[in-house]
């Protein structure tokens, strides 16, 4: 109900500033452009009225008082509408709104030319308001690339959205998908996108509910992890715990000689749990190999690669009493 309301409440801002603003600024530049063509005390008398009727100067000021608050920011609502935060959106009204201003401010410069009356008085104070606006643009763009407003229920449309999607029928499709909605998202916070047969032996562990999605449906699971804003764990320190695992990891049951029973009793243990709150992360396991694992992760610097680190290369030893076997596992650890 409430993204409805969002929606609705996005399209009537950003009309009413259309109707009343770029439609009144591009009227005024339409009666300039007269003049241009025929420098005429017509021409010229019908722009001064509606220089009058829409002066610049007012119209800014105008602008700069809805952008103030929140209730009437077309930017901010149409963000609000966006359940990714895309950054198209607000590049989209950023450019609204460098367009709006600018062109008051020229208005303004060739009114200030034309017309003996008209100083440069509006045309300073013009000046100060795209400046003002600036400062708020900059505050609005770290807002954005700082805070998650996109998590986790944007996240969780655009992952219901592929799940739902009939014509994504494999993990790589289904993946593409996905990422193709994070990468549009305006944001700073890194990610890692996992997809994959839900058939598989699979174990995941969330401190606390939004710390990842993790989504099955319809045969296939999807995990999103997005990085977290305080992290708990640097990358060497997660690549030891894997390698000690590998080490470490065995599992004996007697008589069992379906192994991948071995592996799925291995999955129940407890330890998983503590293992996660002892690193403070997102823990997530599947004991299948890079085949059967679709991954996408952010660019990060250095050899880091997402919010964390994953490996295809675990291993756990299976024994029977009779026989051993060596079963891969994918680790997934948030930072």
């Known amino acids: 109900m409430t993204a409805h309301f969002d929606d609705l409440k996005s399209f009537v801002v950003e009309q009413n500033f259309y109707d009343k603003y770029t439609v009144a600024i591009s009227t005024l530049y339409k009666f300039m452009v007269d003049t241009l063509n025929d420098l005429s005390?017509?021409?010229?008398?019908?722009?001064?009225?509606?220089?009058k009727?829409?002066?610049?100067?007012t119209l800014v000021y105008e602008i700069l008082t809805k952008?103030?608050?929140?209730?009437?920011?077309?930017?901010?609502?149409?963000?609000?509408?966006?359940?990714?935060?895309?950054?198209t959106t607000f590049n989209k009204w950023?450019?609204?709104?460098?367009?709006?201003?600018?062109?008051?401010?020229?208005?303004?410069?060739?009114?200030?030319?034309?017309?003996?009356?008209?100083?440069?008085?509006?045309?300073?104070?013009?000046?100060?308001?795209?400046?003002?606006?600036n400062e708020m643009h900059k505050k609005w763009n770290e807002e954005y690339l700082t805070k998650p407003y996109f998590w986790p229920a944007g996240v969780e449309k655009l992952v219901n959205d592929v799940h739902d999607n009939k014509s994504l029928t494999t993990k790589e499709?289904?993946?593409?998908?996905?990422?193709?909605?994070?990468?549009?998202?305006?944001?700073?916070?890194?990610?890692?996108?996992?997809?994959?047969?839900?058939?598989?032996?699979?174990?995941?562990?969330?401190l606390w509910e939004s710390q990842a999605i993790v989504s099955d449906r319809n045969g296939y699971a999807i995990v999103v992890y997005r990085?977290?804003?305080?992290?708990k764990r640097q990358l060497w320190q997660?690549?030891?715990?894997?390698?000690?695992?590998?080490?470490?990891?065995?599992?004996?049951?007697?008589?069992?000689?379906?192994?991948?029973?071995?592996?799925?009793?291995?999955?129940?243990?407890?330890?998983?749990?503590?293992?996660?709150?002892?690193?403070?992360?997102?823990?997530?396991i599947i004991a299948q190999d890079k085949g059967n694992i679709a991954v996408k992760a952010s660019k990060m610097d250095g050899e880091k690669v997402g919010p964390?680190?994953?490996?295809?290369?675990?291993?756990?030893?299976?024994?029977?009493?009779?026989?051993?076997?060596?079963?891969?596992?994918?680790?997934?650890?948030?930072?």
Request: aromatic fraction near 16%; include cysteine.
């Open 53 to 57: 009727k829409s002066d610049p100067q």
């Open 41 to 51: 005390k017509e021409s010229v008398k019908k722009f001064e009225a509606n220089y």
């Open 173 to 206: 499709q289904k993946i593409d998908k996905v990422w193709e909605g994070i990468e549009k998202i305006h944001t700073n916070f890194k990610f890692y996108v996992v997809v994959f047969e839900s058939r598989h032996i699979w174990k995941y562990v969330k």
């Open 238 to 284: 997660l690549k030891q715990y894997v390698e000690r695992q590998n080490k470490t990891a065995n599992m004996i049951s007697g008589f069992q000689f379906d192994h991948w029973k071995i592996v799925r009793n291995y999955f129940e243990l407890d330890f998983f749990k503590n293992h996660a709150r002892r690193l403070e992360t997102f823990y997530l």
């Open 94 to 133: 950023k450019d609204i709104l460098d367009s709006v201003l600018t062109e008051a401010l020229f208005l303004e410069i060739y009114a200030s030319a034309l017309l003996p009356e008209v100083g440069n008085y509006g045309v300073q104070k013009i000046l100060e308001k795209i400046a003002a606006y």
């Open 67 to 87: 952008l103030e608050q929140e209730s009437t920011n077309p930017l901010k609502w149409a963000m609000k509408g966006d359940h990714l935060k895309s950054r």
């Open 308 to 335: 964390g680190f994953f490996s295809y290369d675990g291993k756990l030893k299976c024994e029977d009493g009779f026989t051993t076997s060596t079963a891969t596992l994918f680790y997934l650890l948030g930072d």
């Open 227 to 231: 990085s977290a804003e305080k992290p």
